[in-house]
């Protein structure tokens, strides 16, 4: 049965990745997937949560936010409501620990790298499209800070992308679209490196729980769309891919 | 090597359930794994939320809590903050998810049930042992629906049960205690039915990434610990069995 | 005209207190008086509010919670609604209040005592069940300080304890339950030391105001109730009550 | 030993009400008592919280709140902070209770009273004054409702005045001003009718327990400042005070 | 076409200013203009934003409130909603500002002034009489803090006074009372100096946009006025005028 | 004296709009006023504020905010501190009555028009350049609500568009970017329709008061960017021009 958008099963939507798209940040980078568009910032403050003081240890976060007009039906602002949704929350601690795990801190030295993710259109895949551009951005954050002598080596130890996989009319899919996600029977998200190792996995079964078999294919073909990905993270990074895997 | 509490790496914590635990609730059950203690409880209300009304379609919904001695370091009331934290937010999304997932909505009909996880003693696991416990505080509530004649048959699909697995110094260990936790590099938490399928699998690097082999050796294992956990609901719920897996 | 659990006017309902029930906390015990059932415990934090800061002296705060299904209808979070109700403070400044007048802050040193009492089921009396409970976490918290060498003298100048009273169908009754409570004419609650002094007194008429003839025989039932109640605090510290009366 | 203002230990400071005070509100007055100044207003909304819909009763409700210069120390706006003070919240449920219980809320009809206490100036007893200027903004708010044909005789069953009455130095005083409020060892305050019965009586041992010998002076001592006050409601009220009393 | 009161066009209402009105600000003043009524004070605190310390400059800030009773509607209070309105804060951003402009903060020293201004009755003009007696209220502040040598010379450049003007049926009106300003097709607001210097100029079309020539003859009336207000400050500050100036 | 960018003090920086920026608007714009970028997207809501139910007419409102990384130093999320600051509500209200003002309330029916305006990048101007391209949005907004039958006539009533022009060092500029903003002494925005009438006029003076004659050279200078402003909105509404004017 053919896709919605005419895709194949394992098929991505089209990806592009503008970098520097805002000035003011240390790294920035537009990411599209489909139409999905995110907008990808990292910047550094110059100090750490209470626990790190003192430990030479540097930290990296993440808040996500969406513009009222990115969804299909204006969505209220958080601050009118006075307080994060906890889609929000669990979104921004799950970009944060993915991008943390491939950091090593005690390169970064005592500071703290703010990932902003803030989606000006949504299609679906928002919160792996943050990953995957957060982390073009965090690299360029990272030469910036090189740059500046502020640190010596980089701390990236490796790629990191994600993408969403789903099951959907008994059919496993990549790269969901909205209209694919709301019918989904099982919701998956990847986050993984490019030796295919890990990072964060996390599945729902919607309505009916699903199968250790249909775990497989679902990491398979996860696995398939992350690779790519990392593809398209290379060719955004250009000659900071050399900034990648220092940091082990 | 030995574990911290002398376990077996695929050994559980001794479990009790103690249930009708709070007068007021419809279903309640005091569990505790180890050192954790949650009060699990299952109320109705007589509405749903707007997105289902005129449905016929009913709805649960769980929320966490923990009161302040709970844990090692006194830990403050989230309303003298004044907002949930990101983690309690999760985790009471994580909960309603999965009891939601053995549940047949239509069945139900236009009702809310209220699963309230409040840990008084916590030792790792309090989201798992909450879904535990909260399944069969479910299972009570619907019973008393059931006699008073507010249902006709039982909405409820399947078992469902959680188990935390986890890394540590490279071994795969079963229900990490906090002492446990606290240094794992990979922390999953499984949810799982009778059948071994999957309702929730969540699985986060902390600190390096792990192997799909890893992912291997932490599902046999969690489904170990999930078919033990079964048991326990089973001898938990006695007569109370017959109304689980009507709701197919 | 007899009771609605049968009791005499001037009979308190069962009680039971279960101490360290609260692994984590110094001073830890679950109250049970008739179906109220409050976990109170004592935790010690090694700093004082600002004016207090400097001057050798400690202080006691009190919290009070009560998990949704406390009573009888659930009752939403106070965090799902973002601050505390007005009954809440008023409950909590009632608890730290009264435990602050029996401790001499002074010997206690520069630290703060957090008295929690988290109500688990709620059936009237709750708030002065939190403070004949709340004085055995105290001593016991007090008693972890001695073993630590953290102070030399104990603190505690005498007993606390605390019992409501009140005016039913023209009839003083000691220790309401909740069915007693919801039609009482005048509510009062007494908190009292082991020499029959006041610590605190509230009484108010609820619809019509009352005599001070009616206050005598109120405030008579609340001496004989605390009596009792101060014998159990001491069946319940057993060797710690040589702890009680070192502070004046 | 004379007191810092010179009067005697049964004395109350010069109490002055300006009724008619607020132009916008159905009853308004400014009571001054020393130094201390409060406006207290009375306004109608027609409406009346949910569990009274549909009864035929009404309510009566009060809020209090203070200009930041009032106090000796400028002190920050509550809305500033986000929540009103545990502090403020007990205040006004009290002045909301004391005017409740001498109103007959049948002949009220479905409406609510607002009782609207500003203090612009504190210097001790402000939530006394509150409650004594508020009864006579609550009897002009009657007369209004009066004469608009909205109700048909006034609800208003008693007079209600309020006044504190402490220890300091082991002498017992009437009317506590600021300086002497903080010096205190007891704390109460009375809420009386002019039948010297009581609404509310609230006494706190402040640092050391107090003996039911000392109780008993506090109540003579507080019933005749009531008695006075009571005078001074009248004197303001003018022919209004045939309204009062109506309401049994 | 004569106006609500009867008043000419460039009419101001009557202007009353009480000083020293509340006797724990260092400077007060009750200011009355018509109906409306405002208690402005001054208070000094010992600290000053973060962005300030250290450069030896004072800083003033100001806060606006309405008690409940103040309007034709009882209008809930800001706290029980949790958040200052907008209009609120843009008030005080404006009053702020208006008098910050008129000191010179170098002579102020690290030291906030706090401008209070409670509307206690509203009837129109709440902002501009809001500046107009906060201005007094603050050279009252000055002359407290020269006195106790805190200051060696008053910071106080020049004065500032406010006026609204607008257009109500076609005709250009001064100081609109509440029943003009609901009506207004344009609504500006005015501060300036004694010497028709502008400290603020705010006007808005309310429907349809306005000429350039409305704007000059909105600017010459309220200029009239505010020579008038100052005037009447004038009067208030008394021997205090000598304070006015010195800051430049 | 030339401006830090080169250009003359009566010179726009280059101003780029990109119109139908967000799919899911029903208008949108992305507006580049030099290095401000501005995404304006207009959503229509079926339903009107209380206080126009009933009375056929709509309503139009607007909201504004900005991702953390748009300004030189990151700007803390307003939903992380929990609610909006005053500058933010202050721009918001402005940007919606200034559209507001240009709108036929009746021809639009009983429906709301959300501006949302989200600044991605800040250089001063922000608030002016989101009324200037919230107002293309507007008008794209409208023509999709004639398309879809939902309204009969465009109730727009003329073209808005807003400017700033300040004072830096005695030299009157318009269209201040970042750097010059912070210096200036005299700072104010203009809102202005196609014949130059006055839609809402804001001027401050920062640190010193400025003159009648200032002022006028200011309100000249920003016509004249007004004007070019508007000549840029025709361009980006091409055949839509004529939806502009019905509404009179």
Redesign the interface.
């Known amino acids: 049965m053919a896709r919605i958008d005419g895709r194949r099963n394992d098929e991505l939507r089209p990806v592009k990745m503008t970098t520097n798209y805002?000035?003011?940040?240390s790294g920035?980078v537009l990411i599209e997937v489909g139409?999905t568009r995110v907008?990808c910032?990292a910047?550094v403050?110059d100090k750490v949560p209470p626990f790190l003081k003192g430990t030479g240890k540097g930290w990296l976060t993440a808040?996500y936010?969406m513009?009222?007009?990115?969804?299909?039906v204006?969505k209220a602002?958080?601050?009118?409501r006075?307080?994060?949704?906890?889609?929000t929350?669990?979104i921004?601690?799950l970009i944060g620990?993915a991008l943390r795990?491939?950091i090593n801190t005690e390169l970064l030295g005592e500071r703290t790298i703010?990932i902003?993710c803030?989606v000006?259109?949504?299609d679906g895949g928002t919160r792996t499209s943050s990953i995957t551009g957060g982390f073009v951005a965090l690299v360029y954050c990272i030469k910036s800070l090189l740059d500046q002598g502020l640190i010596e080596k980089s701390p990236v130890?490796?790629y990191a992308a994600a993408v969403s996989i789903g099951k959907v009319n008994d059919e496993i899919l990549l790269d969901l679209c909205y209209d694919e996600d709301v019918v989904a029977t099982v919701d998956m998200n990847l986050v993984?490196?490019e030796?295919?190792?890990?990072?964060?996995?996390?599945?729902?079964?919607?309505?009916?729980?699903?199968?250790?078999q249909?775990?497989n294919v679902l990491?398979e073909l996860g696995q398939k769309g992350i690779n790519q990905l990392i593809q398209y993270q290379m060719e955004a990074l250009g000659e900071l891919n050399c900034l990648v895997g220092q940091g082990k």
């Not at 805002?22 to 940040?25: D, E, S």
């Not at 513009?67 to 299909?72: D, E, R, V, Y």
């Open positions: 805002i000035k003011n940040a920035s139409n907008i910032t910047t403050e808040e936010g513009i009222p007009a990115a969804t299909q204006r602002r958080e601050v009118t006075g307080r994060p949704e906890g889609r929350q669990e921004q601690r620990r795990s491939v703010w902003d803030d000006i259109q949504a130890t490796s993984m490196t030796k295919n190792e890990l990072v964060e996995i996390q599945g729902t079964a919607e309505g009916s729980p699903f199968t250790l249909d775990l990491l």
